[in-house]
């Protein structure tokens, strides 16, 4: 079994548990500055565990370019965190651990480590997300609550952000079947502050929970809305979009959920709403049109529900050390010479610069730790523009 996991056998599953220590050093890792889903992955593979990627760091780092070692926390930080997450009534749960949605842990930004607060196991429950317009209107809300009370009572969760408009109404309408809330910030700080009441009823009452990836005590920010939708379409089969103007999160999540090869679907309106535009041209660009709760049904019932990703895990993530000769600085400054700022394929570039995939791999993950590159799904990579 490798080292950074324990597992007990049972029927046909393998179960991985992480122990204090490995939890301690995952968060620390998870939390450390320019470390993000793929490069926490690479990490572990290269070094064989979180203990020996956080020892490698300020090393990996200055090879790609970092002029200052990255701020790691502490290990009384970390568990400062830790206490925080459990006086709070949460559990952070780690990719492979029963508890983590089996979905999420698809996707290729999966996050590692997540906070739930409420009934975890909901996360196991076959989902579908409902999003839409903050500014909804009145047949919005009632199709957004007839949505998820009629799926709910199908047997499936409710995915949704918790914003104000169809989010919330999804919820309420799912708080008695199942739902989920999806947070932009720590599991202590809810936004918007009118849904503080309903996020409450979600955790408690027994059916629901809420899930994000954020550090405890993490007010959100503008910037970390989109990392919430990717989660919103990670955590679904199938994404549905009640209303959405022409610029509106709830496409980002259409686009993010299209991205992970999720089912996208749409409500129609009029076209003389603006609410109804994001939506229409949804449907136009090849999303299914929804017209009730059996429209949904039939889309997914192929994957419904004992497809192979809703049984247990066979194993967390693949952590043998995969170990590569450091790349040298002519290896370095032609990969960076092939980027520019759109996103290419990891694949392309190890064939352009002739390099092996192994050098290759590690060179992305110094540059990323440097914080001269950025990651995109499907795995690509683009040099990161400073903002102006």
Same mark, same amino acid.
């Given at each position: 079994?490798?080292?950074?996991?324990?597992?007990?056998?049972?029927?046909?599953?393998?179960?991985?548990?992480?122990?204090?220590?490995?939890?301690?050093?995952?968060?620390?890792?998870?939390?450390?500055?320019?470390?993000?889903?793929?490069?926490?992955?690479?990490?572990?593979?290269?070094?064989?565990?979180?203990?020996?990627?956080?020892?490698?760091?300020?090393?990996?780092?200055?090879?790609?370019?970092?002029?200052?070692?990255?701020?790691?926390?502490?290990?009384?930080?970390?568990?400062?965190?830790?206490?925080?997450? &459990?006086?709070?009534?949460?559990?952070?749960?780690?990719?492979?651990?029963?508890?983590?949605?089996?979905?999420?842990?698809?996707?290729?930004?999966?996050?590692?480590?997540?906070?739930?607060?409420?009934?975890?196991?909901?996360?196991?429950?076959?989902?579908?997300?409902?999003?839409?317009?903050?500014?909804?209107?009145?047949?919005?809300?009632?199709?957004?609550?007839?949505?998820?009370?009629?799926?709910?009572?199908?047997?499936?969760?409710?995915?949704?952000?918790? $914003?104000?408009?169809?989010?919330?109404?999804?919820?309420?309408?799912?708080?008695?079947?199942?739902?989920?809330?999806?947070?932009?910030?720590?599991?202590?700080?809810?936004?918007?502050?009118?849904? !503080?009441?309903?996020?409450?009823?979600?955790?408690?009452?027994?059916?629901?929970?809420?899930?994000?990836?954020?550090?405890?005590?993490?007010?959100?920010?503008?910037?970390?809305?989109?990392?919430?939708?990717?989660?919103? &379409?990670?955590?679904?089969?199938?994404?549905?979009?009640?209303? &959405?103007?022409?610029?509106?999160?709830?496409?980002?999540?259409?686009?993010?959920?299209?991205?992970?090869?999720?089912? !996208?679907?749409?409500?129609?309106?009029?076209?003389?709403?603006?609410?109804?535009?994001?939506?229409?041209?949804?449907?136009?660009?090849?999303?299914?049109?929804?017209?009730?709760?059996?429209?949904?049904?039939?889309?997914?019932?192929?994957?419904?529900?004992?497809?192979?990703?809703?049984?247990?895990?066979?194993?967390?993530?693949?952590?043998? $050390?995969?170990?590569?000769?450091?790349?040298?600085?002519? &290896?370095?400054?032609?990969?960076?010479?092939?980027?520019?700022?759109?996103? !290419?394929?990891?694949?392309?570039?190890? !064939?352009?610069?002739?390099?092996?995939?192994?050098?290759?791999?590690?060179?992305?993950?110094?540059?990323?730790?440097?914080?001269?590159?950025?990651?995109?799904?499907?795995?690509?990579?683009?040099?990161?523009?400073?903002?102006?």
């Amino acid at each position: 079994m490798p080292e950074d996991g324990q597992a007990d056998t049972e029927p046909q599953a393998v179960r991985f548990v992480l122990s204090d220590r490995q939890r301690l050093a995952w968060l620390r890792l998870w939390r450390a500055e320019n470390v993000g889903p793929a490069t926490f992955r690479d990490l572990i593979n290269h070094c064989g565990s979180a203990e020996q990627a956080l020892a490698m760091l300020p090393e990996l780092s200055t090879r790609g370019g970092r002029r200052r070692h990255p701020h790691i926390p502490s290990e009384e930080e970390a568990a400062a965190e830790l206490e925080a997450i &459990a006086a709070h009534g949460a559990r952070l749960i780690g990719i492979g651990e029963p508890d983590y949605p089996p979905l999420l842990r698809l996707a290729d930004q999966a996050p590692p480590l997540v906070t739930v607060t409420g009934e975890p196991s909901v996360l196991q429950t076959p989902a579908v997300a409902i999003v839409g317009s903050r500014n909804a209107s009145m047949a919005g809300l009632t199709m957004a609550r007839r949505l998820a009370s009629e799926l709910g009572e199908q047997g499936h969760a409710i995915v949704s952000g918790l $914003a104000r408009g169809i989010d919330g109404a999804a919820h309420e309408a799912a708080l008695a079947t199942g739902t989920i809330a999806v947070l932009a910030g720590g599991p202590d700080k809810p936004y918007p502050p009118e849904n !503080v009441d309903l996020l409450a009823r979600i955790e408690r009452e027994g059916k629901g929970c809420s899930i994000t990836e954020m550090p405890f005590g993490w007010q959100p920010r503008a910037k970390d809305f989109p990392r919430r939708n990717r989660v919103i &379409a990670g955590l679904s089969m199938a994404l549905v979009v009640v209303e &959405a103007a022409a610029r509106s999160g709830s496409l980002t999540s259409a686009r993010l959920a299209g991205e992970l090869g999720r089912l !996208v679907l749409a409500v129609p309106g009029s076209p003389l709403d603006p609410r109804a535009h994001g939506t229409n041209t949804l449907i136009r660009d090849g999303a299914t049109l929804v017209r009730s709760a059996d429209d949904v049904i039939e889309a997914i019932s192929p994957l419904d529900p004992a497809a192979e990703f809703y049984q247990p895990p066979p194993a967390p993530m693949e952590l043998t $050390a995969m170990m590569a000769l450091p790349p040298d600085d002519d &290896a370095r400054e032609k990969v960076l010479a092939l980027l520019g700022p759109t996103p !290419v394929a990891v694949d392309e570039l190890i !064939v352009e610069a002739g390099l092996g995939a192994p050098q290759m791999f590690l060179i992305i993950m110094e540059l990323d730790l440097a914080g001269r590159i950025e990651r995109h799904s499907g795995n690509r990579v683009s040099l990161l523009v400073p903002a102006p």
